[in-house]
């Protein structure tokens, strides 16, 4: 994985929302190694687990509640993760959308302007409608928010003076991912010897393995002075569905053949490739993870986490004696 050159974030006070996701326990982890004292935010009440780092209880949607979290922890930089991340479309999604991603982010950037934080950085989405468009329109609730977010903080960075970081990160998979994504979804069935059934596989997408995210998140804390412009965090290159899976079907050596075309494809699903050039030049970050050693990694953490419930079922079984 790419590692920067520039200041190290040791005994930075680093504030992560979203901490308990999937880009957020792997960020902590990797704050941890670097020395940060962290403070990390979570809806529900959470055990600490050391001097250096701390859990904080909060709803992002409360002005108050953000305010009085960020004045008493006063945190160098702010990583926002935090909100819903599924990219269907059904209506009920459009109000728990609109308040754990948006809202949540005009929160954080009012009360972060006030007090003035020295950066926030905000990983917005590839599903997030391309500029190019005269009108464009977003593909779900989830994108709209997401573009909607980038927004509010580049309105923040020009008009406020609010030192916001807006990244684009593009298709992410490895270890700790929701299962119901597709390469878990995939990856789980087929070690199962089970069918996973799924759309025509034709759809392309930027993949990005997570470990290269959580760099280029650690790059946009790190660099001096980052762009105004959005910056995309993808490999470059476009992979479609199906060889994806073909790809897991090779590495978990199953027999169970995928469905394709059990599933209906998701309107407006965007194709788009990142601009890698662009976060080099920005932040001296590149991609460091192929995706065939990507998807190995993630098949073997899978593998090993079906083997783990079968020995502990296995003693189950056996009783105590």
């Known amino acids: 994985m790419t590692r920067s050159t520039t200041p190290s974030l040791r005994d930075h006070r680093i504030m992560v929302t979203g901490a308990t996701g999937f880009f957020g326990s792997h960020l902590c982890r990797r704050l941890r190694e670097e020395g940060a004292e962290i403070f990390a935010t979570s809806r529900a009440a959470r055990e600490n687990v050391g001097a250096r780092f701390r859990w904080l209880q909060a709803d992002l949607n409360d ?61 917005g989405s590839l599903q997030e409608p391309k500029p190019d468009h005269a009108e464009p329109t977003p593909s779900s609730p989830y994108a709209a928010a997401k573009w909607a977010s980038s927004a509010y903080g580049r309105m923040f960075r020009r008009i406020y003076g609010l030192p916001v970081v807006n990244l684009r990160v593009f298709q992410t998979y490895g270890p700790g991912q929701d299962v119901q994504k597709l390469i878990p979804y995939v990856t789980l069935a087929l070690l199962r010897q089970q069918r996973p059934e799924l759309s025509n596989g034709k759809w392309e997408a930027d993949w990005i393995y997570i470990d290269d995210v959580i760099s280029g998140l650690l790059a946009a804390a790190r660099a001096r002075n980052v762009p105004e412009r959005t910056i995309d965090i993808g490999s470059g290159r476009l992979i479609s569905v199906r060889e994806i899976v073909m790809q897991l079907v090779q590495l978990t050596g199953s027999l169970a053949t995928p469905i394709f075309g059990a599933m209906l494809d998701r309107p407006l699903e965007p194709v788009r490739v990142a601009d890698v050039a662009g976060a080099q030049s920005a932040l001296s970050w590149k991609p460091a993870v192929s995706m065939i050693e990507g998807l190995r990694l993630t098949v073997e953490a899978y593998r090993q986490t079906i083997d783990e419930a079968r020995r502990t079922d296995a003693c189950s079984e056996a009783g105590p004696f």
């Open 63 to 123: 002005t108050s509640a953000v305010r009085r979290m960020l004045i008493d922890v006063r945190p160098d930089i702010v990583f926002h993760l935090s909100g819903i991340a599924t990219a269907h479309s059904g209506l009920e999604l459009v109000l728990p959308t609109l308040h754990t991603l948006l809202v949540s982010t005009v929160n954080l950037l009012t009360v972060a302007a006030e007090i003035g934080i020295s950066r926030v950085i905000l990983a």
